[in-house]
C-alpha cells in the first residue's frame, strides 16, 4: 500500500518518476535501469530505495539479482487520490462560477 503523501513525494523526482515509468513497462532489475538512465547504477539503487519506502514498488529475488516491480494496488490508490483532488477542484471552480453568476445577476 502507498503511502500518499510519501508516494506523491518521491514521484516529484524526474529519476525516479522516469524509473515508475520503466517499471510499468516491464519487472527490472536495478542494473538494467541504470543502463536505460543518466545516472548511476547506486543512484538507481537509492532512487527504487525511495520509491519502495513509499510503497509504490516492490522487488523479489531471481537468481542473484532483485527484480523490482510497481505495485499495482499503490498505484491504483495514487490514481484515487488524484482523481479526488480533481473532483474537488471541479467542485470549487463550478462553486466559483456560480456565485459569479449570482454576482452578475
Not at 16 to 30: F, M
Not at 72 to 99: G, N
Request: zero cysteines.
Amino acid at each position: 500500500m502507498a503511502y500518499r503523501g510519501a508516494a506523491l513525494l518521491a514521484l516529484g523526482d524526474p529519476t525516479r518518476l522516469a524509473i515508475l515509468e520503466r517499471l510499468a513497462d516491464r519487472p527490472s532489475a536495478v542494473v538494467d535501469l541504470a543502463r536505460e538512465l543518466p545516472v548511476s547504477r547506486p543512484a538507481v539503487s537509492q532512487h527504487l530505495r525511495v520509491l519502495k519506502d513509499a510503497g509504490l514498488v516492490f522487488d523479489e529475488p531471481v537468481g542473484n539479482r532483485r527484480i523490482y516491480r510497481v505495485d499495482p494496488d499503490a498505484l491504483a490508490e495514487l490514481r484515487d487520490q488524484l482523481d479526488r483532488f480533481w473532483s474537488k477542484a471541479l467542485a470549487a471552480y463550478e462553486a466559483t462560477v456560480e456565485e459569479r453568476r449570482q454576482e452578475e445577476r
